[in-house]
């Protein structure tokens, strides 16, 4: 997938709107999920000069590799939301779904079930609890959301690059697994104004991503994803990313 540059001070009230979206689909940390704070073991001063045997360049090439053949991927997700302005935090889980053809279905459980479905330009937010679906177009937006929701997955570190300075922090233990820190700065001043750094820390064995951390701008702010029970490139029906919510589901288009 290549991430295409966009001129974000066009986007205007449309992007704004995208993003607010954007945020409730990775808000069960889009979406982003994307884990428990306390699962994470210290870094205990761990940085790219303690882990000699990897450099920012050994570990891009490990994950271009694992990009190769990326098609498919299931995975349980959990999303912890942090709100630093009354110390609260929301947690989400469910499932995701995605596929190298930009579809993706996140379907959440708990605490109240929703549907995320998004094939191509079409992004759908589906919340049984009230039958409404709501439908959004990311049209010049969408290598923006891409950026968000699909970090990672089948991603060459060409494209990674365009748009974030990369850089090595150490090696870490997550739930017991292996992995190498990276952190990521967006280059875009207007994308910085919403998200100011994520982190991302990448399994060794696979080098995918087991847990993203999105640091908001303007405070405290952020959204911790963690993923587990990952299956690579199983074969994922289209079925998944068709809608099936009921036919009589409000449907509604907000302006953008």
Same mark, same amino acid.
């Given at each position: 997938m290549c991430y295409d540059?966009?001129?974000?001070?066009?986007?205007?009230?449309?992007?704004?709107r995208l993003r607010v979206s954007l945020k409730r689909v990775v808000s069960f940390v889009a979406i982003a999920g994307f884990c428990s704070l306390?699962? /994470?073991?210290?870094?205990?001063?761990?940085? $790219?000069?303690?882990?000699?045997?990897?450099?920012?360049?050994?570990?891009?090439?490990?994950? *271009?590799? $694992? $990009?190769?053949?990326?098609?498919?991927?299931?995975?349980?997700?959990?999303?912890?939301?942090?709100? *630093?302005? /009354?110390?609260?935090?929301?947690?989400?889980?469910?499932?995701?779904?995605?596929?190298?053809?930009?579809?993706?279905?996140?379907?959440?459980?708990?605490?109240?079930?929703?549907t995320i479905l998004?094939?191509? *330009?079409s992004l759908f937010i589906y919340t049984p609890k009230i039958n409404r679906v709501e439908e959004y177009n990311l049209g010049k937006n969408r290598a923006i959301v891409d950026q968000y929701m699909r970090l990672g997955f089948g991603t060459k570190s060409q494209d990674l690059q365009k748009s974030y300075d990369i850089k090595l /922090?150490?090696?870490?233990? /997550?739930?017991?697994?292996?992995?190498?820190?990276?952190?990521?700065?967006?280059?875009?001043?207007?994308?910085?104004?919403?998200?100011?750094?994520?982190q991302m820390w990448v399994d060794q064995s696979s080098w995918l991503p087991i847990q993203q951390k999105f640091f908001e701008a303007g405070g405290g702010d952020y959204f911790l994803v963690k993923y587990s029970s990952m299956m690579k490139n199983l074969k994922i029906?289209?079925?998944k990313f068709k809608p099936d919510w009921p036919k009589n589901a409000a449907h509604i288009k907000p302006r953008q």
């Open positions: 540059y966009i001129d974000l001070k066009t986007a205007g009230p449309s992007f704004r306390a699962s /994470v073991m210290p870094l205990r001063g761990s940085s $790219a000069q303690d882990t000699p045997g990897w450099t920012t360049e050994s570990v891009l090439n490990k994950i *271009d590799k $694992a $990009a190769a053949d990326f098609r498919s991927l299931t995975a349980d997700i959990e999303q912890i939301k942090y709100t *630093d302005v /009354v110390k609260d935090t929301s947690t989400e889980t469910g499932q995701i779904f995605v596929r190298r053809d930009q579809k993706m279905r996140i379907d959440l459980t708990k605490p109240d079930p929703k998004r094939t191509g *330009d /922090v150490g090696e870490e233990e /997550v739930d017991h697994r292996k992995t190498v820190l990276l952190e990521l700065t967006p280059k875009s001043e207007e994308i910085r104004k919403q998200i100011t750094k994520i029906p289209d079925s």
